[in-house]
C-alpha cells in the first residue's frame, strides 16, 4: 500500500476537520466538567440548571408587565416611569454579568489544555494552535449559548413589558436592545475573565490560576444573593445619577451596557458615547484572549508537560496523617482517610464545589446580620442571640452537605487500585466519611465559633453554644450519611436531573429546621442548665439512635467504588481529522 504523501494545499483542510473534531470534543469536556461528571449525559442536568438561572430574569420580566401597566394608567410623572424602566434595565444588564462570572469560575480550565490534551493529542499531528483554538471557540460558544438562553425569553417578556411605557419604541427594536446589551455584558465578562485568566497561568502558573478561580466562584455567589438585597437600592441611585447627564459613572461596565441598551431602544444620542465603550472593550477582551490563547499555545503545552505532576497538599496533609494514626487503628482505613483529605486538597474542581456551599452559607449569614443591624432591635453582639447562633448552624449544614457533595465526585477513576487490591468494607467507607466530616467540617467551625465568642460573652455561655454547634453538626452528620455506601472520591458520580428538580424544597427546609429553628432552641436552652442538658441529651439521643440503625443496615451493603477495566480501549475518533 503506497502513502501518499501530503500536500501543502492539503494543510488548511486538514486542519480544519481537526479543530472541528477537537471543538466537539471540548464542548462534550466542558458540560461533563460543569455537572462534574465525566461519564454522564449532563445534558437533561444542564436543562434544568439553565431553567433555574432563567427564572429570576423571567419573574422580573413577568412582574414588570403588571407593573408597568398599572403606573401607566394612573399617568405620573414621565421621569418616575422613567427611572423605573432604568433600574430594570441595569437589573437585566447586571445579572447577565454576575452569570458570566459564574460560568466563567466554573470551565476556568477551559483557555488552555492541560496536561492529559498534551499528552494524548500533542503527540498526534496536530498543532498547539489548533489544540487551543478548539479549546477557546468551545469555551467562547458556551458562554455565548448561555448568555442567549437567558436574554431571549426575557427580553420578549420584558419587551411586552415596555409597551406600556408612553415613549416606547416598536417591539423588535426592544427586544432586540435587550437581547443585544445582555449579551454584549455577559460576553464582556467572560471574556475578560478569560483574558485574565490566561495573563495569570502564562505569568504565573496555573497553580495560582487555581486559587483564584476558587476565589471567583466564591465571590460569585455569594454575590448573586446578596444582588437581591442590596442591588435595588443601589440601582436606584445609580439610575438617577444616568438620568441625571452622566456625569460620573461612565467609567463602570455596567453603564457601558446599559447605555447600550437605552440606546437601542430608544434611539437617543446621548447614550451613544459610553455605549461605544462598551462595544470596544468587549472586542478587545476578545481580541485579548484570542491572543493569549493562540501565540503561547506551544510553549504552554511544553511547559504543562515539563511541569512536575506531584503537588504538595502543605500543612494540612501532615496534620491528617497524624489526625489518622491517633484515631484510626487499621491501616486500610488510615489509608483511606488520607487519601480523602489529599484528593480534597489538591483537586480544584472539588475545591470549586466547597467554595459554592461556603458562597450561600457566607451570603445568608450576612444577609442575616445585615437585617438584624437595622431592624428596631439592632443587633446586639455582647450577649447570645437568636441572629448570632444562626452562624454556626448555617455555616455547619452547608460544610455538611459540600462536604458529601464533594466526596460524591471522584479524583480520578484509576486512583482507586489500592481499594481494588484491598476492598474495603461498607462500615470503613462509612466510617472514615464521618470522620472526615468531623474533622474537616464540625470541629473547625466549633472552635472557631468558641474563639470568636469567648472574647464577647461569657465564657459559659461561649463554651455551651460551641458545644451545641458541635453536638448538632455531629447529629446532621449520622442524618446526611442515612443511604451513604460510597468510598470518597473513589466512585463514578452522575448527575440526578431529580436532585435539581424535587429535592431541594426539602434541603430548604432542612436549612430552616437546623439553622434557624434550632438556634431558638439553643437560645433558650443557654437560660439555664436543666435546659442545657436537656438540648445535649436529645443531640447525643439522636446521634446514637441513628448511628446505630446505620450500623445494622452496614451489615448487608456493600461498598461502592468503581472498578477499572485494563482492557478496555480509548477511541479518540481523530482519523477523519489525519487524513
Wanted: hydrophobic fraction near 55%.
Amino acid at each position: 500500500m503506497r502513502v501518499r504523501p501530503s500536500r501543502a494545499s492539503d494543510l488548511p483542510g486538514r486542519e480544519w476537520r481537526q479543530f472541528k473534531l477537537l471543538a466537539r470534543d471540548s464542548w462534550r469536556r466542558l458540560l461533563q466538567s460543569l455537572v462534574c461528571a465525566r461519564d454522564a449525559d449532563p445534558l437533561q442536568f444542564l436543562l434544568w440548571g439553565a431553567a433555574l438561572g432563567m427564572m429570576p430574569t423571567l419573574v422580573t420580566a413577568v412582574s414588570r408587565m403588571l407593573r408597568y401597566s398599572a403606573i401607566a394608567a394612573s399617568a405620573p410623572p414621565p421621569e418616575i416611569i422613567a427611572g423605573l424602566v432604568m433600574r430594570d434595565r441595569l437589573f437585566f444588564v447586571i445579572y447577565s454579568m454576575l452569570a458570566a462570572a459564574l460560568l466563567a469560575a466554573l470551565i476556568w480550565d477551559a483557555l488552555f489544555p492541560d496536561r492529559t490534551d498534551q499528552e494524548i493529542v500533542g503527540v498526534l499531528p496536530v498543532r498547539p494552535r489548533t489544540l487551543a483554538a478548539a479549546r477557546l471557540a468551545a469555551a467562547a460558544g458556551m458562554a455565548l449559548a448561555f448568555a442567549t438562553t437567558l436574554s431571549v425569553p426575557a427580553g420578549l417578556l420584558y419587551g411586552f413589558a415596555q409597551l406600556s411605557v408612553p415613549w416606547s419604541g416598536p417591539l423588535v427594536r426592544l427586544v432586540a436592545a435587550h437581547i443585544a446589551a445582555t449579551i454584549a455584558a455577559f460576553m464582556f465578562v467572560f471574556l475578560a475573565l478569560m483574558a485574565f485568566r490566561g495573563l495569570v497561568a502564562i505569568c504565573a502558573g496555573e497553580r495560582v490560576a487555581a486559587r483564584i478561580a476558587v476565589a471567583l466562584q466564591l465571590w460569585t455567589v455569594v454575590s448573586f444573593v446578596e444582588v437581591f438585597l442590596f442591588l435595588p437600592g443601589v440601582l436606584a441611585a445609580l439610575g438617577r445619577q444616568m438620568q441625571a447627564g452622566m456625569n460620573g459613572p461612565t467609567a463602570i461596565p455596567l453603564v457601558w451596557f446599559a447605555s447600550l441598551y437605552v440606546w437601542l431602544a430608544d434611539g437617543e444620542t446621548a447614550w451613544l458615547q459610553p455605549a461605544v465603550t462598551g462595544i470596544i472593550a468587549t472586542s478587545v477582551s476578545a481580541l485579548t484572549v484570542t491572543l493569549l490563547s493562540l501565540l503561547p499555545a506551544a510553549w504552554i503545552g511544553r511547559r504543562v508537560l515539563e511541569t512536575s505532576t506531584r503537588q504538595r497538599a502543605g500543612g494540612l496533609m501532615g496534620i491528617a496523617r497524624g489526625i489518622a494514626r491517633l484515631s484510626l487503628q487499621t491501616p486500610r482505613v488510615r489509608g483511606m482517610f488520607v487519601f480523602a483529605v489529599a484528593s480534597l486538597m489538591r483537586s480544584r474542581r472539588h475545591a470549586l464545589v466547597l467554595a459554592t456551599y461556603i458562597g450561600l452559607a457566607t451570603a445568608l449569614s450576612v444577609v442575616q446580620l445585615i437585617s438584624a443591624t437595622y431592624s428596631r432591635r439592632g443587633l446586639v453582639l455582647d450577649a447570645p442571640s437568636t441572629v448570632l447562633l444562626t452562624v454556626p448552624m448555617v455555616f455547619v449544614f452547608f460544610s455538611v452537605f459540600a462536604l458529601r457533595s464533594t466526596f460524591a465526585i471522584p479524583t480520578d477513576i484509576d486512583a482507586n487500585w489500592p481499594f481494588r487490591l484491598s476492598p474495603p468494607t461498607a462500615r470503613h467507607a462509612v466510617g472514615v466519611t464521618r470522620r472526615l466530616m468531623l474533622a474537616l467540617g464540625i470541629v473547625p467551625i466549633a472552635a472557631a465559633w468558641l474563639a470568636a465568642t469567648a472574647t464577647v460573652w461569657t465564657l459559659r455561655e461561649a463554651a455551651l453554644s460551641s458545644l451545641f454547634v458541635l453536638a448538632s453538626g455531629t447529629a446532621l452528620v449520622e442524618l446526611a450519611l442515612a443511604n451513604w455506601t460510597k468510598v470518597p472520591f473513589a466512585a463514578a458520580h452522575e448527575p440526578a436531573a431529580v436532585t435539581l428538580r424535587s429535592r431541594w424544597p426539602v434541603f430548604v427546609f432542612a436549612l430552616h429546621v437546623f439553622g434557624f429553628l434550632l438556634a431558638n432552641v439553643q437560645l433558650r436552652a443557654l437560660a439555664s442548665t436543666r435546659s442545657t442538658l436537656w438540648y445535649l441529651g436529645v443531640a447525643v439521643a439522636v446521634t446514637a439512635g441513628l448511628r446505630l440503625r446505620r450500623e445494622y443496615n452496614l451489615r448487608l451493603e456493600t461498598p461502592t467504588f468503581d472498578p477499572v477495566d485494563a482492557e478496555s480501549s480509548v477511541v479518540l475518533n481523530l482519523s477523519e481529522a489525519a487524513n
